[in-house]
């Protein structure tokens, strides 16, 4: 089952002798409960497609369709419904609330809903995860690793169809980078989540299934683990 896909996704900044092309028709398809990493050197157009991914921008040109909805127009309210709802973000800095505690900072996407958690299933992420007993403390109070984690928590408490991942390790030392990757994958493995991770760290990438490869706002390799390249016109 397809999950996401982009159609012809240009993204332009500027104009004239100014413009700058970061995105240059990105045709992509991603299938429910892929684990799949973006790589590419900094300035690539790795981290605006992901923006675009998570309808935090939206493209110049094209479409990105995400679980059969084209969120390439919305404007920023049903936007950011959609990213509540639907897609989960994980970043470098961990975006946590100081002031609330883990359990409130993981239940904020509900809350802003004024829905009630399913308490099994809330309990599956928190244990998963390794931060059962942190609930009632504050962020202030937790490792870097374990902020991540509750940011992860965070992230798949709505069930979103596709969970984005940016530079999630970038902030962490070595030991807590090889336990935040292993998270994800339990989560993609146990809860069957789609994730896309965009990271700079070849090593990091070679944890996914699937490896694209970005290059001057172009795909220029796609390639699921063992080799096979994957068509990127359809």
Known sequence: MEILKCEGVRKVYGTGSSQVVALDGINLSVEKGEFV???????????????????????????????????STMNRTRAAIFRRRKVGLVYQFYNLIPTLTIRKNILMPLLLDKKKPNQEYFE???????????????????????????????SLIYRPALLLA????????????????????????????????????????????????????RIISDEKKGGNALSKEW
Request: net charge negative; hydrophobic share 35%.
């Open 37 to 71: 990493a973006m790589i590419g050197a900094s300035g690539s157009g790795k981290s605006t497609l992901l923006h675009i991914l998570g309808s935090v921008d939206q493209p110049s040109e094209g479409k990105v369709i995400i679980e059969g909805t084209d969120i």
């Open 124 to 154: 599956q992420v928190v244990k998963t995860l390794g931060i059962a007993d942190k609930l009632d403390s504050l962020p202030n109070q937790l490792s870097g690793g374990q902020q991540q984690r509750a940011a992860i928590a965070r």
């Open 166 to 217: 940016d530079e999630p390790t970038g902030n962490l030392d070595q030991k807590n980078s090889r336990e935040i990757i292993d998270m994800l994958k339990l989560s993609n493995r146990n809860m069957e989540q789609t994730i896309v991770l965009i990271t700079h760290d070849e090593k990091v990438a070679l944890e996914a299934d699937r490896i694209i490869t970005i290059e001057d706002g």
